[in-house]
């Protein structure tokens, strides 16, 4: 069905990557190009001055690495490690690598959710390219 596909990967407590990568594999034509994204949260400026030298990079890394290992024998495979607010990073790579279809995890949200907007709402409704959310168990 799709000839790249953008998946988003998170690593907030609870969250298990493999039901968006086999939806992922479901929706992909054959040949197709699967990218896997992971936006890392800025540290909060106060935090900054006891964080060890090297820190951004040892954890980019290690979370490419990650990424990489999660990709495991698809064939045609890209990994982004970026920074920023996550919404528009996705966008932006999405945009960016001419992606045909994004796939989000979405929890169902709770009040904080329905007033400050999820990523996956932001994605949703700002992007260009088909969405597909999976549904997060709660």
């Excluded at 992909?28 to 964080?51: K, R, T």
Aim: proline share 4%; glycine share 6%; aromatic share 6%.
């Amino acid at each position: 069905m799709y000839k790249h596909i953008l998946v988003t990967v998170a690593y907030d407590e609870g969250h298990d990557a493999s039901p968006s990568l086999r939806v992922a594999r479901a929706l992909a034509d054959a040949g197709a190009q699967i990218s896997l994204i992971h936006v890392m949260d800025p540290p909060p400026s106060f935090a900054i001055s006891y964080l060890p030298d090297g820190w951004r990079d040892e954890m980019h890394d290690a979370i490419e690495a990650d990424l990489t290992t999660l990709a495991g024998d698809w064939e045609n495979t890209a990994v982004h490690v970026t920074e920023g607010d996550a919404a528009q990073q996705i966008l932006d790579v999405a945009q960016m690598q001419g992606v045909d279809c994004i796939v989000i995890a979405s929890h169902r949200p709770g009040t904080q959710g329905l007033f400050l907007g999820s990523t996956a709402t932001k994605v949703v409704s700002r992007t260009q390219c088909a969405v597909h959310v999976v549904r997060r168990a709660t």
